[in-house]
Nanobody, 122 residues
Framework: QVQLVESGGGLVQAGGSLRLSCAAS????????MGWFRQAPGKEREFVAG????????YYADSVKGRFTISRDNAKNTVSLQMNSLKSEDTAVYYC???????????????WGQGTQVTVSS
């Protein structure tokens, strides 16, 4: 089991930026793919971005492509999500999650963080 802790959420005006971080426990972090998901009130959890174990491949939802950037530092056991040009529709609780390879389906992931709230005011 991998323990994940997200940080960096907060309140930001539309057009602003935030950087989320996810710290992972365990010596095998570098072997896992990581994903960021978000869930807004009354909506299903949705894929935001994913990154392969070696950082060789990144994946984005169409709604965030060109605005968000996922990265990881395997030496520090962290994965980050840089969010620029934020919109009110980006408001949600953001979660990081881990599995063997990137998937866009939340049910495929087996360990999750507790989430961090991102609120974008218009």
């Amino acid at each position: 089991q991998v323990q994940l802790v997200e940080s960096g959420g907060g309140l930001v005006q539309a057009g602003g930026s935030l950087r989320l971080s996810c710290a992972a426990s365990g010596r095998t972090f570098s072997t896992y793919a990581m994903g960021w998901f978000r869930q807004a009130p009354g909506k299903e959890r949705e894929f935001v971005a994913g990154i392969s174990s070696s950082s060789g491949s990144t994946y984005y939802a169409d709604s965030v492509k060109g605005r968000f950037t996922i990265s990881r530092d395997n030496a520090k056991n962290t994965v980050s999500l840089q969010m620029n040009s934020l919109k009110s529709e980006d408001t949600a609780v953001y979660y990081c999650a881990v599995r063997s390879s990137v998937s866009r389906r939340a049910n495929d992931y087996y360990d999750w963080g507790q989430g961090t709230q991102v609120t974008v005011s218009s």
